[in-house]
């Protein structure tokens, strides 16, 4: 089994309400994912890139929070970010493939 890093994208909830909502939506996909769900990750509150000599602004897309799985492919792992139902709200998700070490 590989693992894969999911990476969510979109506008952030606007309401304490809308979180609740989220994040009560997110408990049931992870139970359904079962024992492929490494790691269920975290909403990210802030973000700044660092580059040699300096620290800014995030840069690109506004990523909103992560999590690891654990597949037999990539495509599996894209099985998976597909059932996420943050998709339903304007999010997006990208799958990157961690390398094993």
Not at 9 to 14: C, K, L, Q, R
Not at 41 to 50: H, I, L, N, Q, S
Not at 55 to 77: C, H, K, M, R, W
């Amino acid at each position: 089994m590989n693992k894969y890093l999911l990476v969510v994208y979109g506008p952030s909830a606007d309401s304490e309400q809308e979180r609740a909502s989220g994040m009560a939506m997110m408990a049931e996909w992870y139970r359904s994912l079962g024992s492929a769900l490494v790691d269920p990750g975290a909403p990210f509150t802030a973000a700044r890139t660092v580059s040699e000599g300096s620290v800014g602004d995030a840069i690109g897309p506004n990523a909103t929070g992560y999590n690891f799985v654990q597949a037999e492919s990539l495509d599996a792992a894209i099985g998976l970010a597909s059932l996420c139902p943050l998709l339903k709200h304007g999010r997006q998700v990208s799958v990157f493939e961690t390398l094993p070490m």
